[in-house]
């Protein structure tokens, strides 16, 4: 079965075609990052324009690529949110108008659960029950998964997500859009024990994460010392961020007494996050999932490969659904 995949929530424009919810046939993401980085941030008309601009493009990129036609497709997977209105109701548009036109079902997939399960479209994949964390530029969330479409959200970030505290730093720091990669880059010639920055909630029995107070340390730390080696800064504060995301999830994995962990979403990336939870989990004998890199951060696969399964549950969207900025939070603890 071929899922087309669109996904338009933020500044990639992307499009992929996914054979049985695993294959990955192609993968178009067309990133705005160079139209934003002028501004230090996404602004959100622009990315709405250049998703209008670009969107057939990537479609018929994708499927070109997968060697199909339009005829081939048999479900058509789009992300409904969470994300930029204006920018997530190009892809809703495109794909209520391709299903119509080719009347082919349609799907409209959570953006977060679509980053989790993206670690399905591996070789190696974790069977359920899993803790999953997704840590991205907009959210720090962690899940227990039992089954593609029975995901409980445990916990979230309680003001800046983790992506949005390295965008931030990045910028404190004269580092360029988008903050991740930039730090993570500047942080390998640093000292991550030069400088204490506080390890935010970790006292704390729930699972949710506050990024806020470490982003103000950081500021302050800048304020009093400007001369101070901005490498050391930026691995002393890209440490404190992976000792608390490291630390949230292996608590999950023990409260719930669950031996697989699943990490997704753009700061999954992260070569030191990955290092340092991979050996706290050798230690802790929990077995550790990450989407690869490509994976991690946004695209239309991860869509194509959870619209699948909605489709294989049979949760079909109809044409008059909207997109969701943010979806409400019911925390089951
Ligand atoms: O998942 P994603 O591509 O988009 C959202 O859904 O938000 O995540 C983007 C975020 C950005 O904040 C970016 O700075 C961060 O992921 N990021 C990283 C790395 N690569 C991307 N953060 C830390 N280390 C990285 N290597
Ligand atoms: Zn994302």
């Known amino acids: 079965m071929l899922v087309l995949g669109i996904e338009t929530s933020c500044d990639e424009t992307a499009a992929a075609v996914v054979a049985d919810g695993r294959k990955v046939l192609s993968s178009i993401v067309y990133s705005q990052i160079a139209l934003h980085r002028p501004y230090g941030g996404v602004v959100p008309e622009i990315a709405s324009r250049k998703h209008v601009e670009v969107i057939l493009k990537v479609v018929n990129k994708a499927l070109k690529e997968a060697g199909i036609g339009l005829k081939d ?3 058509i ?4 949110g969470p994300g930029l209105v204006g920018a997530l109701l190009v892809g809703i548009c495109v794909a209520k108008a391709m299903s119509f036109a080719l009347k082919k079902p349609l799907v409209a997939v959570n953006h977060l659960e679509a980053h989790l399960m993206a670690v399905f479209l591996e070789k190696r994949a974790p069977a359920f029950p899993f803790i999953g964390m997704v840590v991205s530029g907009g959210h720090t969330n962690l899940y227990l998964a039992k089954d593609f479409l029975d995901i409980t959200q445990l916990g979230q970030t309680l003001d800046d997500a983790a992506g949005e505290a390295f965008d931030k730093v990045a910028k404190m720091l004269g580092l360029p859009y988008p903050g991740g990669i930039s730090i993570e880059k500047a942080a390998q010639s640093g000292n991550p024990s030069a400088i204490a920055f506080p390890r935010p909630m970790l006292d704390r029995k729930d699972y949710n994460v506050s990024f806020s107070g470490l982003k103000t340390a950081v500021a302050n ?3 009093q010392h400007p001369q101070a ?3 050391d800064i930026a691995a002393s504060f890209q440490e404190a961020v992976v000792d608390t995301l490291v630390s949230k999830c ?9 031996s697989r ?3 997704a979403g753009g700061v999954a990336a992260n070569k030191r996050l990955r290092e340092k ?3 706290k989990a050798k230690k802790e004998g929990i077995e550790v999932f990450f989407p690869p890199p490509h994976l991690c951060t946004d695209n239309a696969a991860m869509i194509a490969g959870l619209g699948y399964h909605y489709f294989k549950a049979n949760k079909l969207a109809s044409y008059d659904f909207d997109a969701i900025s943010r979806y409400p939070v019911c925390l089951s603890l």
């Open 73 to 75: 497709i048999d479900v």
């Open 277 to 279: 939870l991979l050996a």
């Open 229 to 231: 080696n901005k490498a």
């Open 77 to 80: 997977a789009v992300t409904q």
């Open 221 to 223: 730390f800048l304020r």
């Open 261 to 263: 962990l699943v990490v």
């Open 250 to 258: 292996m608590q999950a994995v023990k409260d719930f007494r669950l």
